[in-house]
């Protein structure tokens, strides 16, 4: 029963005194700060990662509504948001228009959203959904692979943001407000395209290599 | 405990101790199954309020009784702001009420009857993935 728990913490709590308490709080607090940095990230929807602390996004192969394959390499240079959702999911319900604007307004800027519906009835679900909300970006069936990929996906909405070179730039974990995905992909569409050859997540094989050796 | 603090990762919904069902043989008998919802989180109700959104519904496998019916309480209306029209759901302590019905031929003594919960679970700004669990009823059949 959750009403067990806070006089059993109360116990406890009244046990610490002095260094053990301090003890305790500390380790409260790295507890919490070992917490996903995609929670952090939720916390603060201004913020895109500084290039340097950025990783490359995990590469995937998925099938779209047609059957047609869809990687990560697909969107070599561009700017990606990756939302995974579900038709049961009510918050998720609230940014699926603002994909579909995104869509409509930056595709031409280099820009693509990539929908990864985590229903577990699959295309079943999804089609009659798509259809009705005019869902205009590819959309995809996630699976427990590709959410392990991705730090596990346990809530939903989740989104990444990625950058022009294949590197997650932001996360958002729940319904976040517009204008920080807006204000996240204006910037990142700012930023040079990468040269000529470069693959999403290639960053991390250019840094193994060196500066003279990028592939 | 310390796993439970980060988000995706939180228990919702804790289901409490339940009560033994005393049943006679060849007779029926009602067992309550009670759940707490954590503070600020909802499950749709059994009869959601849109076709996508995944009701609550509690079912018993065969066993030592056979249930012939779940009695789901009242749902609470409410109106979110991510949600066009006001959701079906429940949250805090949801009591769901089985009816079950022993074989006059069932050996008596104690046992247990087991079934499955599924819910999905959302606060006002996100939803975690659906979940089935396992709960049980302990059972005594008497003469």
Redesign the interface.
């Known amino acids: 029963m959750i009403a067990a728990p806070p006089a059993r913490y109360n116990r406890i709590v009244t046990r610490l005194t002095g260094p053990s308490l301090v003890f305790a709080v500390a380790a409260f607090v790295l507890v919490l700060g070992g917490c996903s940095k995609q929670q952090n990230t939720a916390n603060d929807p201004s913020g895109l990662k500084p290039g340097a602390a950025r990783k490359s996004a995990p590469a995937f192969s998925l099938k779209d509504a047609n059957g047609a394959t869809v990687t990560l390499a697909d969107f070599k240079g561009q700017v990606v948001l990756i939302n995974f959702w579900a038709t049961w999911c009510g918050p998720c319900k609230v940014e699926i228009p603002w994909f579909v604007e995104f869509q409509q307004k930056y595709k031409d800027r280099d820009f693509a959203v990539l929908g990864v519906s985590m229903d577990e009835d699959g295309w079943k679900a999804v089609k009659p959904y798509l259809a009705d909300h005019k869902i205009n970006y590819r959309v995809v069936i996630g699976d427990e692979k590709l959410t392990d990929l991705y730090g596990g996906i346990d809530s939903l909405p989740t989104s990444f943001i990625i950058d022009r070179n294949g590197r997650l730039a932001a996360t958002h974990i729940g319904l976040v407000d517009k204008s920080d995905y807006q204000n996240e992909i204006l910037k990142l569409l700012e930023d040079p395209k990468p040269a000529a050859g470069i693959q999403p997540g290639a960053d991390v094989l250019a840094t193994l290599l060196g500066p003279n050796q990028r592939p | 405990m ?1 796993s439970q ?5 939180i228990n919702v919904l ?1 289901i ?2 339940p009560r033994k069902v005393t049943v006679k043989a060849g007779g029926t008998g009602d067992g309550k199954l009670t759940f ?1 919802l ?1 503070s600020g989180y909802h499950v749709n109700s059994n009869t959601p309020s849109d076709q ?3 009701p609550l519904r509690l079912t018993w496998n065969p066993g030592t009784l056979e249930a012939t019916g779940v009695v789901y309480p009242q749902p609470g209306i409410q109106k ?4 066009e029209k006001p ?1 079906s759901i429940f949250s805090g302590e949801v009591s769901l009420l089985s009816h079950f019905k022993a074989a006059a031929s069932v050996t008596p003594g104690l046992n247990v009857i087991t079934g499955k919960l599924r819910y ?1 679970a ?1 606060n ?7 979940k089935t669990i396992d709960v049980t009823l302990p059972v005594e059949i008497v003469r």
């Not at chain 2, 603090?5 to 990762?9: P, T």
């Not at chain 2, 979110?80 to 949600?83: Q, R, T």
């Not at chain 2, 006002?124 to 659906?130: I, K, N, Q, V």
């Open positions: 310390f603090l980060c988000s995706g990762q804790n409490a101790p707490q954590l996508y959104l995944i979110f702001a991510f949600f959701l999905q959302c006002d700004r996100m939803c975690l993935t659906p």
